[in-house]
């Protein structure tokens, strides 16, 4: 099956006992059994069945087959957040003394996240995306995994997958990827090389907003070394699953950062239009993007899917024929980003991307305002930067709708 139709009609049901077509909201806390002996087999991991919807629930379930079966892997974990999502995924393999080379150019909330991890004694190295020279220069005896973003956010590099996947499997270590901006419409990590791929389901999955939460999936494939991983010593039995068995038997289910029913099932209603909202975001973004070069030479535009981008030759590779929706556009000050911003009438000023809605945000003095400069400059963020979000709005309108608060705009010196 292609895309959408996968989407539809994968290999998974609704409820069969009553013919609903979606799994329904099992908005329950606790799960009865008939007997001692039942109970004691889930526990023990002997028997099918659900305790506590904290350990498990059957509509995070049919999530979690959803998107297991959307990125092609073996099994998949879904989390209160992207963030949770992020701190399971690290946290079932690391402790402490504990190494991780990772991009530099990330959200600004994994880098928050990494700084906390010093805490415990893991030291993350940043360098730049695609440096297959420096991710080797930073890896050494202590180095567990290597992390990117597939397109980074907010700076819209595109990292090649294959050739960092194969760098880390040279050094024995696993590679997790972050697709939540390119979403496995555009590209499925796993099938490229990478070991676990994670996805912060509140954007593009969902959709509409109206939930937050993270999902892990595992491809399976890692052989986890167990002197250079010894938590996964006693789960090595269970072959292919022997992550999230460590991540379910343990930290997942220890930390309590369980998704709620509801929202689960809200991300199994939205992910069912994935394909065609991505489509038209994506075309809505190029041809915005497009707008922007032509029609404003005073600001520089990033995207992906511009042959002046930097990683385009990357992505036309592992895209194909679309380059997401997010693009970034710098002003000239931070000023006149403010400007342009606050005189835009359909898009919503909001923290977040992968909307029905387009959204806009100045990441500089919201997203990234724990970061350092240094930080900030390797995120590609700056002081006159404006994130946009791209929705599945008519792009006649978006576009009218952006030429007036352009105009509107004074052109000025950046402040970087």
Same mark, same amino acid.
């Given at each position: %099956?292609?895309?959408n139709?996968?989407l539809l009609?994968?290999d ?6 009553t013919?609903?077509?979606t799994?329904p909201?099992?908005?329950?806390s606790a799960?009865?059994?008939?007997s001692a002996?039942?109970?004691?087999? $889930?526990?023990h991991n002997q028997?099918?069945?659900y305790s506590y919807?904290r350990i498990s629930?059957?509509? =995070?379930?049919a999530?979690?087959?959803r998107v297991?079966?959307?990125?092609g892997?073996v099994a998949?974990?879904?989390c209160?957040s992207?963030?949770?999502?992020l701190y399971?995924?690290?946290?079932? @393999?690391l402790?402490?003394?504990?190494e991780?080379?990772s991009?530099?150019? +990330? ?7 990494f700084?906390d991890?010093?805490a ?11 440096d297959?020279?420096?991710f080797?220069?930073k890896?050494?005896?202590h180095?567990? +995994?290597?992390?990117?973003e597939t397109i980074?956010?907010?700076?819209l590099?595109v990292t090649?997958?294959t050739? /960092?996947?194969?760098?880390?499997h040279?050094?024995q =270590?696993p !590679? ?8 496995a419409? !555009? ?8 070991? @676990? ?6 954007k593009?999955? #969902?959709?509409?907003? #109206?939930?937050?939460s ?6 399976g494939?890692f ?24 991540l379910?038997?343990?930290l997942f289910?220890n930390?309590g950062a369980?998704l709620?029913?509801q929202?689960?099932?809200y991300?199994?209603i939205g /992910?069912?239009?994935l394909?065609?909202r %991505?489509e038209?975001?994506c075309?809505?973004a190029?041809? !915005?993007?497009r707008?922007?070069v032509r029609?404003?030479p005073?600001?520089?535009v #990033?995207y ?7 990683w385009?030759e ?5 895209f194909?024929d679309r380059?997401g929706? @997010? +693009?970034? $556009?710098?002003?000239g000050s931070?000023?006149r980003?403010?400007? $342009?911003?606050?005189a835009?009438k359909?898009?919503? @000023?909001i923290?977040n991307?992968g909307?029905?809605?387009t959204l =806009? $945000?100045?990441?500089?003095?919201t ?8 930080e ?5 963020v700056?002081?006159d /930067? ?11 309108d978006?576009?009218e709708d952006?030429?007036?608060?352009m ?10």
């Open positions: %099956m292609k895309f139709t996968a009609h994968g998974f049901q609704g409820e069969l006992n013919g609903a077509t799994t909201i099992y908005q329950s799960f009865a059994h008939e002996e039942r109970l004691e087999k $889930i526990f028997a099918p069945g919807t629930n059957p509509t =995070v379930d999530f979690e087959k297991t079966a959307l990125e892997g998949s974990v879904a209160a992207g963030m949770a999502a399971n995924a690290f946290c079932n @393999i402790r402490s003394g504990d991780i080379v991009s530099a150019s +990330l959200y600004g909330g994994s880098i928050d996240l700084r991890l010093e415990f004694g893991i030291t993350t190295h940043y360098v730049e995306n695609n297959l020279a420096a080797e220069a890896t050494n005896e180095t567990r +995994l290597y992390f990117a980074g956010n907010p700076r590099d090649d997958i050739a /960092l996947a194969n760098l880390a040279e050094h =270590v !590679l997790i990827i972050d697709n939540t901006v390119a979403t419409f !555009l590209v499925k990590p796993l099938s490229l090389g990478a070991d @676990i791929v994670m996805n912060s389901s509140s593009y999955i #969902n959709g509409h907003s #109206n939930s937050i993270g999902i892990i999936t595992d491809s494939r052989k986890w070394d167990v002197e250079k991983y010894p938590g996964m010593a006693d789960f090595k039995k269970f072959g292919p699953f022997a992550y999230t068995a460590k379910r038997n343990g289910r930390t369980c709620s029913p929202n689960a099932f991300n199994c /992910l069912e239009t394909g065609i %991505m038209r975001i075309d809505n190029a041809e !915005l993007a707008f922007f029609e404003y005073d600001v520089t #990033n992906p899917g511009l042959e002046s981008s930097p385009h990357i992505a036309k590779k592992q194909k380059f929706g @997010i +693009l970034t $556009i710098r002003t931070k000023k980003a403010f400007e $342009i911003i606050n835009l359909l898009p919503l @000023i923290s991307i909307d029905t809605k =806009v $945000i100045h990441p500089e003095s997203l990234n305002v724990h970061s350092t400069p240094e900030k400059r390797d995120a590609g700056f002081d /930067l404006i994130r946009i979000s791209v929705g599945i709005e008519d792009v006649e978006l576009i952006f030429r007036q608060a105009d509107q705009s004074k052109p000025e010196k950046s402040e970087e």
